[in-house]
Nanobody, 130 residues
């Protein structure tokens, strides 16, 4: 059964760091693009970053370029592959629920367009506040 589980969210002070994880199971996630999205209270869902199959290419929203880094661990620990979002120099405006999602079109390059993605995790809360 296909499953995406996010973790790593929490409360952090401005300027701090967090690493989010998206554990994928039930499919060979390395063959598919994975995206990170976020939704802040009262705002539209926003594409944050994505990584293409086998780490071929990455993309970032302008608001996070230079601060966030997406990566894959494809070593398949316990039947799970993990995609990470390293978030540095966090700002209060990064506060949101963060979701990972998978595009189930085999080998398609990643895009920061939510409609591209077929399956979503439940999300993890990130709060940046002093």
């Amino acid at each position: 059964q296909l499953q995406l589980v996010e973790s790593g969210g929490g409360l952090v002070q401005p300027g701090g760091s967090l690493r989010l994880s998206c554990a994928a199971s039930g499919f060979t996630s390395d063959y598919y693009a994975i995206g990170w999205f976020r939704r802040a209270p009262g705002k539209e869902r926003e594409g944050v970053s994505c990584i293409s199959s086998r780490g071929g290419s990455t993309s970032y929203a302008d608001s996070v370029k230079g601060r966030f880094t997406i990566s894959r661990d494809s070593t398949n620990h316990n039947g799970k592959n993990t995609v990470y979002l390293q978030m540095n120099s966090l700002k209060p405006e990064d506060t949101a629920v963060y979701y990972c999602a998978v595009d189930l079109n085999l080998y398609r390059p990643c895009e920061l367009w939510a409609k591209t993605y077929d399956y979503w995790g439940q999300g993890t809360q990130v709060t940046v506040s002093s």
